[in-house]
């Protein structure tokens, strides 16, 4: 199992969400919005105002998926956000030792 992350221009994320829900078995994702800069230096920064408004809005997406989903969704991630420019995001992938749904119980025990 994978935790696939990928931060994202803001604009992409309805297309993103119609591509990855009109895939089988998809099995949904976290939003959360996120600000960021790259390491790319497209100027200098003359005042502390200018570094500190150096940052873009962006959508980090995460999806937790089993190892043979996860190559078609990082794929389609990378399609539906590219724009060919400096900023389009990042996507990186990291191993899940355990997920476990969190369901209502009843007497401590897991309802199906």
């Known amino acids: ?4 992350r ?8 309805p297309r993103l ?13 976290t939003i959360s919005k996120a600000v960021g800069c790259g390491a790319t230096v497209r100027h200098v920064p003359h005042s502390i105002k200018d570094e500190l408004t150096d940052f873009s809005d962006k959508v980090r997406v995460e999806i937790i998926a089993p190892d043979e989903l996860v ?6 991630i990378v399609q539906v956000a590219s724009t060919g420019q400096t ?8 191993d899940v030792g355990r997920a476990v749904f969190i369901r209502k119980t009843v007497d401590g025990a897991p309802q199906p």
Request: glycine letters at 8%.
């Open 1 to 4: 199992m994978k935790e696939i």
């Open 6 to 13: 990928a931060v994202i221009r803001p604009q992409k994320l």
């Open 17 to 29: 969400r119609e591509a990855l829900r009109a895939m089988p078995q998809f099995p949904g994702m």
């Open 71 to 76: 190559d078609a969704l990082v794929d389609q």
């Open 87 to 94: 900023g389009d995001g990042l996507v990186w992938v990291v």
